[in-house]
């Protein structure tokens, strides 16, 4: 090759490269993926290693331990947990699990299992790390008196 022709597939590479980079735009998020290991603790409930992943056309959270904090063992015959997110205003449900005994049973810990899914906002577009203002556990359980009790665990908070 004569030198000519070189520095024309230089340029020609120069140019490629330059274009590349001028043409990123930091706040298109369309294709980043977001890892929340998630952790948190209520009057009674701890919650830990509870990982929430949002990709722009999937979501999974889950495979977390939920351990009782109480001294006394804890019975209950109804319990139910979920997994929240607040998406620009508006509560969004990632994770849910109901349990129904037939007799009261003893609650010290239970994994929390996973869930896949798609999660889009209203208008069809995909969740992206700033539209999630929040993201919060419930639990509710029925006491050995018969009273539902229901507590919140707040894992994350938009800054």
């Known amino acids: 090759m004569d030198r000519k022709t070189i520095i024309v597939i230089g340029l020609i590479v ?9 043409n990123q735009d930091e706040e298109d998020q369309s294709n980043h993926y977001y890892i929340f290991t998630l952790e948190g603790q209520s009057e009674n409930w701890e919650l830990s290693n509870y990982t929430v992943e949002f990709v722009p056309t999937h979501q999974y959270a889950g495979n977390g331990q939920l351990d009782y904090l109480g001294d006394e063992a804890m019975t209950a015959q109804d319990f139910n947990f979920r997994v929240y997110a607040m998406i620009d205003g508006m509560g969004t ?6 349990i129904t005994w037939n007799e009261s049973t003893e609650l010290s810990n239970m994994a929390t299992g996973h869930v896949e899914g798609s999660i889009f906002k209203p208008n069809g ?3 992206l790390f700033g539209d999630i203002e929040q993201i919060y556990a419930t639990i509710h359980w029925r006491d050995a008196d018969g009273q539902v009790v229901e507590e919140r665990i707040d894992l994350y908070q938009q800054r």
């Open 14 to 22: 120069v140019l490629a490269i330059a274009t590349f980079f001028l």
């Open 93 to 98: 449900s990632l994770q849910g699990k109901s």
């Open 125 to 127: 577009d995909p969740v």
